[in-house]
C-alpha cells in the first residue's frame, strides 16, 4: 500500500556530507514512525535513526553528533542529513517507515565513504 522512494547518497570523501530523503506515497493511514537503516554485506540491518509522529528522535551511538533526521509530515518525507563521514558508514541506506499496519522498506541507497 505505501510505496517509499529515496534519493540521495553516493560516493564521497571522508569528512564530507550526504543528504538522504526518503517520500512515502501511496495508502497512508497513521505513521508511527520513520527511519533509516544501514546495511553492509554479510551484516545485519542496523538502525541509523529514527523519529517519531512527534518527532522525537533515537540515533545508533556511532552516528550521534553527525547525523540528523528530520521529516515533513505534510509531505510524507523524512530526511538524513550526513555529517563528518568516515568510511565505517559505508552501507547501503534503507527508508523504513511504519504504519499501524505493516513496516515499509525503501530500494536502499548505496553510500561509500572514501579514506
Known amino acids: 500500500q505505501v510505496q517509499l522512494v529515496q534519493s540521495g547518497g553516493g560516493l564521497v570523501q571522508a569528512g564530507g556530507s550526504l543528504r538522504l530523503s526518503c517520500a512515502a506515497s501511496?495508502?497512508?493511514?497513521?505513521?508511527?514512525?520513520m527511519g533509516w537503516y544501514r546495511q553492509t554485506p554479510g551484516k545485519q540491518r542496523d538502525m541509523v535513526a529514527v523519529i517519531t509522529s512527534g518527532d522525537s528522535t533515537n540515533y545508533a551511538d556511532s552516528v550521534k553528533g553527525r547525523f540528523t533526521i528530520s521529516r515533513d509530515n505534510a509531505k510524507n518525507t523524512v530526511y538524513l542529513q550526513m555529517n563528518s563521514l568516515k568510511p565505517e558508514d559505508t552501507a547501503v541506506y534503507y527508508c523504513?517507515?511504519?504504519?499501524?499496519?505493516?513496516?515499509?522498506w525503501g530500494q536502499g541507497t548505496q553510500v561509500t565513504v572514501s579514506s
Open positions: 501511496g495508502t497512508i493511514s497513521s505513521i508511527i514512525v
Open positions: 523504513q517507515t511504519m504504519t499501524s499496519l505493516k513496516t515499509y
